[in-house]
């Protein structure tokens, strides 16, 4: 059966514009909504105080990051990850892109300054502020697995086991307060373990293989203790 060159051109590009709409939000370059994203890193903050609410910076390379556009397609597309953005997060692009008319010239100095302050090295980088817009409490990555749902709880461990979600999660349950933040220095504790056994550089073997997968394993059993409480 033969294919008619003109359904099938116009299915390409059928194919590319709903491609395009699923995985890029226009970013706004005034003024800040939560839940939507801006490249106005100082009305975010403004926005972000007064809604008492985090901010997440996307230090990204929109045009060119492989994982940049990977993560916009699988994860910021996705429903379960604007329902709950349009009420918890206040969304800030911070953009390094090849065409340089992507970013006004006025955010162009501001981000590299966001990058050198919060210690952005490679792209994408999801650096979470407390509604300060100073304070960091976390960052996330991207990751080929990751869905909205994925990322959602993510988001929501960073914020849960920062000093004010602590804070606020033991005010608003007194009596599970002190198994709480064991579980979270037990996560924690294990992570700094990992962190100081990687930073001997131990070589690539199977002993050590098996030290890694030991660690991954008490990772992955002190963070579904701390699951009991989200």
Do not use: H
Not at 11 to 20: A, D, E, H, Q, R
Not at 155 to 176: D, H, Q
């Amino acid at each position: 059966m033969k294919t008619n060159p003109f359904t099938l051109t116009f299915s390409l590009i059928l194919g590319c514009l709903i491609t395009t709409a699923a995985t890029a939000d226009e970013v706004a370059t005034e003024g800040a909504e939560v839940g939507k994203w801006t490249m106005d890193y100082d009305a975010a903050v403004k926005l972000a105080t007064e809604k008492k609410v985090p901010i997440m910076m996307n230090f990204t390379g929109s045009d060119w990051c492989g994982w940049c556009k990977l993560m916009d397609k699988t994860v910021f597309a996705g429903e379960e990850w604007k329902s709950f953005a349009a009420e918890n997060v206040v969304l800030v692009t911070i953009d390094f892109p090849q065409d340089k008319s992507i970013v006004p010239e006025k955010f162009v100095g501001q981000n590299e300054e966001l990058k050198n302050k919060f210690g952005v090295r490679g792209y994408p980088t999801y650096v979470v502020l407390d509604s300060d817009g100073e304070t960091k409490i976390g960052q996330l990555g991207a990751g080929k697995g990751k869905t909205p749902e994925s990322f959602v709880k993510e988001f929501k461990r960073v914020v849960l086991t920062s000093p004010a979600g602590i804070e606020a999660y033991a005010k608003a349950n007194p009596e599970k307060a002190d198994a709480f933040k064991a579980a979270i220095q037990e996560l924690e504790g294990v992570k700094q373990e990992l962190d100081d056994w990687i930073a001997t550089k131990p070589q690539r073997n199977e002993e050590n293989t098996k030290i890694f997968e030991g660690f991954k394993e008490r990772i992955e059993a002190a963070s579904a203790k701390l699951d009991e409480f989200e």
